[in-house]
């Protein structure tokens, strides 16, 4: 019986909720002026439909910003993440052959059959790493010009290879492939580029 009692408590002031705040909406209505509410000459149910129009938009953008911060995230803690293979470039002999070996299979031409998301790729990978280049000849003095190329080469491919926003900006192509070095993908493969020279 209490079990019961509570139940219609509950829902009794759900109901009670429902109605405030279906009468704040219809206050909002009626009181907002006619050049802020275009809605105003119109029927309460259009204003109200258009309400929550804007509130499903919002919570799809929401929701839209999360995914991309998310997938954001998760590459982000890919590029900056601990990379056993590069962090023992000096201990470890085999290093070096195997970054040389990354930076011959970026060279290579992956233009299969004139394919233009393969190009758009290319175009994506000259770019990031003419970047890591140019700033490892400033920040990369004391590295061999050797290390240099295949720590370059390396970073490329990380940025590039398995990569959801190079992929999209390769399949859209044009100011997308040209834009994609944004200033905040420039600091996350400068702080890696940075991490390697450090070691």
Same mark, same amino acid.
């Given at each position: 019986?209490?079990?019961?009692?509570?139940?219609? =408590?509950?829902?009794?002031?759900?109901?009670?909720?429902? =109605?405030?705040?279906?009468?704040?909406?219809?206050?909002?209505?009626?009181? &907002?002026? /006619? @050049? @802020?509410?275009?809605?105003k000459q119109k029927?309460?149910?259009?204003?109200?439909?258009?309400?929550?129009?804007?509130?499903?938009? !919002?919570?799809? +953008?929401?929701?839209?910003?999360?995914?991309? $911060?998310?997938?954001?995230?998760? +590459?982000?803690?890919? #590029?900056? &993440?601990?990379?056993?293979?590069?962090g023992g470039v000096?201990?470890?002999?085999?290093? /070096?052959?195997?970054?040389?070996?990354?930076?011959?299979?970026?060279?290579?031409?992956?233009?299969?059959?004139? $394919?233009?998301?393969?190009?758009?790729?290319?175009?994506?990978?000259?770019?990031?790493?003419?970047?890591?280049?140019?700033?490892?000849? @400033?920040?990369?003095?004391?590295?061999?010009?050797? !290390?240099?190329?295949?720590?370059? =080469?390396?970073?490329?491919?990380?940025?590039? +290879?398995?990569?959801?926003?190079?992929e999209a900006a390769?399949?859209? &192509? &044009?100011? =997308?492939?040209?834009?994609?070095?944004?200033?905040?993908?420039?600091?996350?493969?400068? @702080? #890696?580029?940075?991490?390697?020279?450090?070691?």
């Amino acid at each position: 019986a209490a079990a019961t009692a509570r139940a219609a =408590a509950a829902a009794q002031r759900s109901a009670l909720a429902a =109605a405030e705040a279906d009468a704040a909406l219809r206050n909002a209505w009626s009181a &907002g002026s /006619t @050049k @802020k509410n275009a809605f105003k000459q119109k029927s309460f149910e259009e204003y109200e439909a258009h309400k929550k129009r804007k509130r499903e938009h !919002k919570k799809r +953008e929401k929701e839209r910003r999360e995914r991309e $911060d998310a997938a954001e995230a998760a +590459e982000d803690a890919r #590029m900056t &993440g601990a990379d056993a293979s590069v962090g023992g470039v000096d201990a470890d002999a085999n290093v /070096t052959a195997r970054l040389h070996a990354s930076a011959a299979a970026l060279e290579m031409d992956v233009d299969a059959a004139g $394919d233009p998301h393969a190009s758009a790729l290319r175009e994506i990978r000259k770019q990031v790493l003419k970047f890591a280049h140019a700033h490892l000849q @400033k920040m990369g003095k004391k590295m061999a010009k050797e !290390k240099r190329d295949a720590v370059a =080469a390396k970073t490329a491919a990380k940025v590039c +290879e398995n990569s959801t926003s190079a992929e999209a900006a390769a399949a859209e &192509g &044009g100011d =997308a492939v040209a834009n994609f070095l944004t200033q905040q993908r420039k600091s996350k493969i400068k @702080k #890696m580029l940075d991490a390697y020279v450090a070691r």
